[in-house]
């Protein structure tokens, strides 16, 4: 049972979450959409009939997949180890079968491989999200903020047994947040709660200046390290220079490019007929604008009225989020580097 400090703590959240997510109900809705993408290949009726194409839209419109730069790598090896009729088979069990869920849950475990704790209750909680949750690394972090001192918060790979502990609590944070009036009511609306209170971090409240320049050249060697050819104040097409753009070239289908435009103060509508114009060039994926909390509020709200085509490629990036990203990456490609994995052929030979 949690305890009064937890209590407490779920409501200070609750409300700091609330005060500075000002588009709550629209995550959640994107959240909803994200989750009919599986749950349409769980139904009774579908799984024994899943074939791989199917097995692997599941597998990679999962949040613990999304991170993964090569999807296909990780479904053929699922999907290789396991074999087809097997995986399908345990899916059916885990959740259909007859017996309680603290067996099949530490079934599944043992019969398939290459499917970690995070992506299993996953897939329960989209399966039913009235009765099931999700354990990660974030929901746990989570849980550490909230003081949860009686569930297993630093194993990953749980039992059965821990898993029916964990729901309970879950169910409990359910009912606190029903009391709060939280727009989502079921146990997927209690993970996405705990995943904002993991990244929450109190300064993410306030806004602050940044130098152009700077966040610029942080994006620029972002992708680089990220293995992007990576150009900064390029003309992407005709009227339009941008302040970076990561290119990558796939096989013998052609280049993908990613434009970012880092603002700082100015006109928002001088920024988005940029935008519009980097589109005439085919190559472009996604845009993507740098700034800070405020003006993405600001910039959201002036492109309400544009097309949806537009809308839908474009995305925001914090500058906060990139200045830590800068940094952690910086730290995973200088312990890379130390192992000396790969030498440079300019590289004086010792």
């Not at 809705?29 to 074939?51: F, T």
């Not at 753009?245 to 509508?269: C, M, P, Q």
């Not at 890379?336 to 004086?348: A, D, V, Y």
Request: charged letters at 35%; one cysteine or more; aromatic letters at 10%.
């Amino acid at each position: 049972m949690i305890s009064s400090e937890t209590r407490n703590l779920i409501r200070d959240f609750y409300n700091k979450i609330k005060n500075y997510k000002k588009d709550l109900s629209k995550e959640l809705e994107a959240r909803k959409k994200d989750r009919d993408k599986i749950a349409q290949y769980l139904k009774k009726d579908v799984i024994k009939n899943l074939d791989e194409f199917e097995i692997g839209q599941i597998i990679s419109n999962l949040w613990t997949t999304e991170i993964l730069g090569n999807k296909d790598y990780k479904i053929k090896t699922i999907i290789e180890a396991n074999g087809l009729s097997k995986l399908k088979n345990e899916l059916y069990e885990l959740l259909y079968g007859d017996k309680n869920i603290e067996i099949r849950f530490d079934k599944f475990r043992k019969e398939i491989k290459y499917l970690g704790t995070a992506s299993i209750t996953e897939i329960l909680c989209i399966f039913d999200p009235q009765n099931y949750v999700i354990w990660n690394d974030k929901a746990r972090n989570a849980l550490k903020k909230l003081k949860v001192e009686h569930l297993p918060i630093n194993k990953y790979f749980i039992t059965g047994k821990e898993y029916i502990e964990i729901i309970k609590t879950y169910k409990e944070i359910l009912n606190e947040l029903k009391e709060l009036k939280f727009p989502e009511l079921d146990l997927l609306g209690v993970d996405y709660f705990l995943y904002q209170i993991s990244i929450y971090k109190e300064e993410e409240i306030f806004d602050e200046d940044f130098n152009h320049d700077e966040i610029r050249d942080k994006i620029s060697e972002i992708g680089e390290w990220l293995g992007f050819e990576t150009f900064t104040e390029e003309i992407i097409s005709k009227g339009a220079r941008v302040d970076v753009i990561w290119r990558a070239k796939i096989a013998n289908l052609g280049v993908v490019t990613y434009v970012f435009e880092v603002h700082r103060k100015g006109s928002i509508d001088s920024l988005i007929l940029n935008l519009q114009k980097a589109l005439n060039n085919p190559t472009v994926q996604k845009l993507i604008v740098a700034t800070n909390r405020s003006q993405i509020e600001i910039i959201k709200n002036e492109i309400n009225t544009l097309p949806e085509n537009f809308r839908k490629l474009l995305t925001f990036w914090n500058v906060r989020e990139i200045i830590e990203t800068h940094e952690n990456l910086s730290k995973v490609i200088e312990n890379i580097k130390n192992l000396s994995l790969l030498k440079s052929q300019f590289e004086e030979k010792m």
